[in-house]
C-alpha cells in the first residue's frame, strides 16, 4: 500500500474543506486534501441563492437571532456568535479570490434583511470555481491534491485519529495525518428525492461513528420548499425567487402563505415546505409565480433556473411552475465545538458533514455556503494547533460493504417514513423492515451503499426517540414543541448508545 504523512489531511473538497485546506497552507503547513470527485464537485457549486453574512456589525446581532429562530431554540448561542462575527471578513476574501458578487444583497426566507450577496444563481458555482483556482495555483509540496480517492476508513491509535485509508484510481492508499478535518458533505442520497448530488452519500458521518465519534441531530432533515420534481430527479428553484418577490399558488389560483405564516412566502424553509405539501394534498398543485416580475427581468436575474427549466418545458418569467418539497440539506452530522473538534482527539469536521451547533433543528437560507468558510478555517486552525507530534500507523477501523441494489428499497422506505411528517407507528414499521446485508467486495458503491444504509437506521432511531415537533422534524403524534434537548448517537465500540441531552451540555463529553 502506498504511504503519504501530512500535518493535516483534509477530506472533502467543497467550500468547507477547500477553504480549510487554503487556510491551513496560509500558516505554512503541509496539507493534502482528497476528495472522492474531481475538485469541482459536491455540493457547493449547486448552490444558486447566496451565501449569508452580516451587512456590517450593527446587522450581527439581527443575523444571530435569524438564525436562532429558525433553529428553533437547538443553536449553540456561541456557535451562532463566532459566525456572526467572522463571516463577514471571509465573504470579502471571496473577493479578493475573484468572486464579483451583485452591488446588492437579497432578501430570502426568515432573514429580517436583505443580507444574501450573490453572483445571480450560480453563486456557489462561482465560489467553488474560485477556490478550486485557489488550490491549483497553490499545489506543490505542501499542498497535495488527491482526486478520486474514497475515504475507506479512518485509523486510530490510542483513542487518537491517527489518519485515513483511501482507495484510489491507483490502488490503496494510507494517509498518516498529525489531524484529520472531514468535510465531506451530508446524507441527502439517503431519500428517494433529493437536490443533493450523487456523491451525499453521508461517508464522514459514517467513518467518524465507526470509530467511536459522537453524531448529533440526524433528525433534522431540511426539505427545499420550491423543487421542480420530473423523474424522480429534484430541480431546485432557488429561494432568491421568492426573496425578489416570487408568491405561491394553489391550484385554485389562492395565494395561501397567509394562512400559514405572517412572513408569508417568506417564512423559514420548514414552514413553508410542508404548507406546500399541505395545500398538494389540499388542492393537488402547487405553483410558484414570478410572471408579474417580468420576463426579461426573471431570465436576467435567475438564467441557471430558466435553463434548468427550459428542457423541461418549463419556462420561468412566463410560466406558473409547479413546485414541491424535497430533501435539500441535512442538519445532523457529527458532533462539534465551534473549532470544529469532535469527541474524538485528531478529528474534525466541518460544513454539513458537521453537527456544530450553527442550524439547530432548521438551517436559515444561505448560512451554509458561510457557514463552510468560517468553520473550515476555525476547524484547519484547531487541528494545526492540536497536531500530533509523531505519525503513527494506527488501527483500521472495519468498514463494511452492502449491495447497492438493496439502496431502492431502503430509500423507499425511509422517505415514507420520514419524510416532513413522521409517527411512531410509521418509524417503527420502517425500522422493523431495515435490513442490512453486509457484502463482500471493497468498491465505492458498496461502500457507500452501507454507509447510507447505517445513517438510516439511525436517522429512524433518532426520530422515533424525538417525541415533539421541531423545525425540519415534524411529528403528527407529537405535534408541538417539547423541552429542547439534542439527539446524541454513538457507538462505543460494543453497542449502539443514544441519549438526549440538553441543550447546555458539554458537548465533547460525549466521548467518555
Not at 477556490?131 to 482526486?147: C, D, I, Q, S, Y
Amino acid at each position: 500500500m502506498r504511504t503519504l504523512e501530512t500535518e493535516l489531511l483534509v477530506v472533502g473538497g467543497g467550500v468547507a474543506g477547500a477553504y480549510a485546506a487554503l487556510t491551513a497552507r496560509s500558516y505554512g503547513a503541509d496539507v493534502v486534501l482528497a476528495c472522492k470527485t474531481p475538485l469541482f464537485g459536491g455540493s457547493t457549486r449547486w448552490a444558486q441563492g447566496g451565501i449569508a453574512a452580516p451587512l456590517a456589525p450593527e446587522d450581527e446581532a439581527a443575523h444571530a437571532q435569524d438564525t436562532q429562530q429558525a433553529g428553533r431554540g437547538l443553536c449553540e448561542p456561541a456557535t451562532v456568535a463566532a459566525f456572526v462575527r467572522e463571516a463577514r471578513a471571509h465573504v470579502e476574501t471571496l473577493r479578493d479570490l475573484g468572486v464579483a458578487f451583485a452591488l446588492h444583497g437579497t432578501l430570502e426566507g426568515g432573514h429580517s434583511r436583505p443580507r444574501i450577496r450573490h453572483n445571480g444563481d450560480a453563486t456557489g458555482h462561482t465560489i467553488s470555481l474560485a477556490l478550486v483556482r485557489a488550490l491549483e495555483a497553490g499545489e506543490g509540496p505542501g499542498l497535495r491534491l488527491l482526486t478520486g480517492a474514497f475515504a475507506r476508513n479512518l485509523r486510530l491509535a490510542g483513542g487518537r485519529v491517527v489518519g485515513v485509508d483511501f482507495l484510489t484510481p491507483a490502488g490503496p492508499l494510507r494517509v498518516r495525518a498529525g489531524g484529520v478535518l472531514l468535510a465531506t458533505g451530508g446524507f441527502g442520497r439517503l431519500y428517494p428525492v433529493a437536490s443533493a448530488p450523487r456523491e451525499s452519500t453521508g461517508d464522514g458521518l459514517a467513518l467518524a461513528y465507526r470509530a467511536g465519534a459522537a453524531l448529533r441531530d440526524l433528525e433534522f432533515v431540511q426539505f427545499h420548499p420550491t423543487a421542480v420534481v420530473v423523474g424522480g430527479a429534484a430541480h431546485l428553484v432557488t429561494e432568491a425567487a421568492r426573496g425578489e418577490g416570487g408568491v405561491l399558488l394553489n391550484a385554485r389560483g389562492e395565494r395561501f402563505m397567509g394562512r400559514y405564516d405572517p412572513a408569508l412566502e417568506l417564512a423559514p424553509r420548514d414552514v413553508v415546505a410542508r404548507a406546500i405539501a399541505a395545500e398538494r394534498v389540499a388542492t393537488g398543485e402547487v405553483f410558484l409565480d414570478l410572471r408579474h416580475l417580468g420576463a426579461e427581468w426573471v431570465e436576467t436575474r435567475f438564467p441557471t433556473v430558466t435553463a434548468t427549466l427550459r428542457p423541461l418545458g418549463l419556462d420561468l418569467g412566463h410560466d406558473p411552475i409547479p413546485v414541491q418539497p424535497a430533501v435539500h440539506y441535512t442538519m445532523g452530522g457529527v458532533l462539534t465545538d465551534a473549532q470544529g473538534r469532535t469527541t474524538l482527539p485528531g478529528l474534525y469536521a466541518a460544513g454539513e458533514v458537521a453537527s456544530s451547533g450553527l442550524h439547530g433543528a432548521n438551517r436559515l437560507a444561505s448560512n451554509s455556503l458561510s457557514e463552510g468558510l468560517v468553520f473550515g478555517a476555525r476547524a484547519a486552525r484547531a487541528a494545526l494547533a492540536e497536531s500530533a507530534l509523531r505519525l503513527e500507523e494506527g488501527e483500521a477501523i472495519p468498514a463494511p460493504g452492502m449491495n447497492p441494489a438493496g439502496l431502492v428499497a431502503l430509500r423507499e422506505r425511509l422517505g415514507a417514513a420520514a419524510g416532513l411528517q413522521r409517527d411512531a407507528a410509521g418509524l417503527r414499521a420502517a425500522l422493523d423492515k431495515w435490513s442490512f446485508c453486509p457484502a463482500p467486495g471493497d468498491s465505492r458503491a458498496a461502500l457507500e451503499a452501507a454507509n447510507l444504509a447505517l445513517l438510516g437506521e439511525l436517522l429512524l432511531r433518532a426520530a422515533l426517540a424525538r417525541e415533539e415537533s421541531r423545525g425540519g422534524h415534524f411529528r403528527t403524534d407529537f405535534p408541538q414543541e417539547g423541552t429542547p434537548m439534542h439527539t446524541v448517537q454513538r457507538w462505543d465500540g460494543r453497542a449502539a448508545r443514544l441519549e438526549q441531552v440538553p441543550v447546555d451540555a458539554d458537548v465533547l463529553r460525549f466521548s467518555t
